[in-house]
Every structure is written in structure tokens, then in C-alpha cells.
């Protein structure tokens, strides 16, 4: 482990450290099992302009309480998880980023805070499953698959790269996603079997560009209103945020 903070979900009684912690311009690389070890920490976290590379995993926050900021990163690991979040509480921010991983870039499964991406590059997929935070994607790119089934929260993806469908059955809150692009995504480009509807409307996946072959979208989601065109940031530029 590149930094030790964390305790053993699996043992009783095994807490991390409770204070906040800062790790800045630094560069972990050759990690065995976690660059960073933050899981059942009470804390925050900040990591910002830190590089883990040639890591098994990235950053092991399972069951952690405090509120965690990542910024101007680039976590490239061979292992399972860029950042394994599961069962966290705290609120998270991940900005001008890069996260690249074997299986699943950020994997937040059974989560309770808010998330925030934003400008950032997540090179594997988004696990959201079962969470009950608010989530929102902005001004990203996304490679892998998202999914967002059994969430309880609400969240939106706005003005992004979608490189794999997203998934949202049995979500209970309001979604969204517009003024993004769907890339060369193996149909449905979106599944939302079961989800809630509110007013006899599902997901809103309106004002989006589809790619030639159009909206292939399954169940309780309204992908109507397509972009005629790709969004200018389809060129390789990401967008600017209006918002943070």
C-alpha cells in the first residue's frame, strides 16, 4: 500500500484514521494492493495533481464517512477499481481527472452521498448500483457502461461522451441526460426497465445526439428530440462547465 489510512470492512471493530487528510502533488506508483488505503476513514480526503500509476488498485475508500475530493489526477492501475467507494457515506468530487482501470474506473456501489464528475475522463465504466445519493456527470467522458439501476437518488449526465449504454432499471428518482453524445454504443443505448415514472414519464434522455443508426433506447425513458448533429465537443474537446 502507497498510503495506509484505512481499516478491514470485514473485521468488526476495524476503523481507519478519523482526521482529514491531504495528499498534493505526489506520484504513488508500484503499489501492490492500494495506492491509497482510506476505507472506514471518518475524515476528508483531498488528492489533487497526484499520478498512481503501475498500482494494483487505485483508491479503496469502502465505508468511509468523510467527504472526499479528487482533482487534476490521473489514476491508472492494473487491478480491479480506479476508486472503490462502495458503501461510502461522504459527498464526492471528481474534477480534471483521468481514471483508468481493468473493470470499473469508479465503482460506488451502495453509496449514500452526492457525487459530482466533472471534466474529467473515466476510461472504464461508472458503478452506481443501488445508491441513494444525488449524482451528477458534466462535461465528461465516459468509456464503459454506467449503471444506475436500483438507485433511490436523483442524478443527471449533461453535456457528455457516452461510450456504453447506461442502465437504469429500477431506478426510483428523477434522471436525466442531455446534450450528451452517444459514441458507437451497442444498442439499448439506454434501459430503464421499471423505473419510476412522475407525471407518466420516466428518464429524460431528450436532446441528445444518437449517433446514424439513431435512439435505440428499451422501456421507461423518453429519448425523443434528437440532436440533429453532434455537440461541437465531439471533436475531442471537452466542453467548458458553466457550473461546479
Known sequence: VGIGAGGSPTIVGSDGTSGDWKVKDTVITGSHLYAVDASQTSGAWKIKNVTISNSDRGVKAVGSEGNWEIDGSTLSVGGTYGIESRQ???????RNTTVDASTMAIDAFESTGNWLIIR??????LEAKGSDGDWAVQN???EGEINSQKTDGNWKIQSSILQDRVEAQDATGRWSINNSAFIDVVPPKVSAYRAASFGGVGGDATNNWWGSDGAEC??????????SA???FVDGTQPQASII
Open 120 to 125: 474529467s475522463t473515466l476510461e472504464d465504466g
Open 218 to 227: 428499451d422501456y421507461d425513458v423518453d429519448c425523443s428530440e434528437p440532436l
Open 140 to 142: 465528461s467522458t465516459i
Open 88 to 94: 461510502s457515506t461522504g459527498d464526492w468530487v471528481v
Open 230 to 232: 453532434p455537440p461541437a
